[in-house]
């Protein structure tokens, strides 16, 4: 899914397939995962990248510029833009669809539609039998692949804390044995665990302060700088919450933040900051 990407940033610097493998995996090897024939490790990845001059965020971005299904790209789309009209219609089109075709992906995409407008909206367009059955589906996988990773990261508005912890807890042990994942897999994994946390945080302190320390014990990869903040953020948040901090940690780290010029991720922070009401 991922190389051929790579291949399309290496063919635009001109950088042989050799020159590209070179001190990593081989020639071969190389070609067979740019061309979707097979799959190699987050590591092999990150050192592939190292080759061809291109940092890990880069080419997450990269990648997230390339959708694969139109549709998915449609919902995201008026998601970001706050389109509620254009979120609704779209969502009650694919809620349709998979009454119609009794498919998995048509219902997972419906119930992520769905959390979207959820959460933009506080109005629930879709049924609660149907968030169950994906509830259901999520509760009995073994095999966490990059579908069913984010048929739960695109969810998790429906779900309850413990539910996401559940989840989350399961995912972390995965990754904890080091189970090779494809590079974008690794850090959309990471990225939905995080945001698990900051759905668990305002709902269960306590829970989240739990999960936290998981998470820690299994290690966020080097490469993945923003989710490294911002889970170093909660941490602090959690600690405010829990009165074990006060405000000014806070606000040392928004300084620092400014300080390494960090403004997008700083803007992000305080949002969560202003728009959090703990239920606790």
């Known amino acids: ?45 990150i050192n592939l990248l190292d080759n061809i001059h291109i940092r890990a965020n880069e080419f997450i971005m990269y990648c997230k510029l390339n959708p694969t299904n139109s549709l998915t790209h449609k919902i995201f789309d008026a998601y970001q833009r706050k389109d509620i009209t254009e979120l609704e219609h779209l969502t009650l089109n694919q809620i349709k669809k998979s009454k119609t075709s009794k498919n998995r992906f048509d219902l997972f995409l419906a119930v992520a539609a769905a959390n979207f407008y959820f959460d ?34 695109n969810t998790l508005a429906f779900y309850n804390p413990a539910f996401n912890f559940k989840i989350a807890s399961r995912i972390l042990t995965i990754l904890k044995k080091r189970t090779p994942l494809e590079f974008g897999t690794e850090y959309y994994t990471w990225c939905t665990i995080l945001n698990a946390l900051i ?3 305002p709902e269960k302190l306590e829970l989240a302060k739990k999960l936290s320390l998981k998470i820690d014990r299994t290690s966020i990869p080097k490469p993945f700088l923003s989710i490294r903040i911002k889970k170093r953020f909660m941490d602090i948040y959690i600690k405010y919450q829990l009165h074990e901090s006060d405000k000014e940690e806070l606000n040392k780290f928004f300084y620092s933040l400014e300080n390494l010029q960090l403004i997008d991720l700083k803007n992000e922070l305080e949002y969560f900051l202003s728009n959090t009401k703990m239920k606790n």
């Open 120 to 153: 933009l909206t506080n109005i629930r367009l879709i049924s609660k039998f149907d968030i169950l059955k994906v509830k259901s589906i999520l509760s009995s996988t073994s095999y966490w692949d990059y579908y069913y990773i984010s048929a739960w990261g």
């Open 1 to 45: 899914m991922y190389g051929k990407y790579f291949k399309q940033l290496r063919k635009k610097q001109d950088i042989s397939l050799k020159d590209a493998a070179a001190n990593v995996i081989s020639v071969s090897q190389l070609s067979r995962w740019e061309n979707g024939r097979s799959n190699i490790s987050f590591e092999t990845v």
């Open 199 to 201: 759905r668990i945080i």
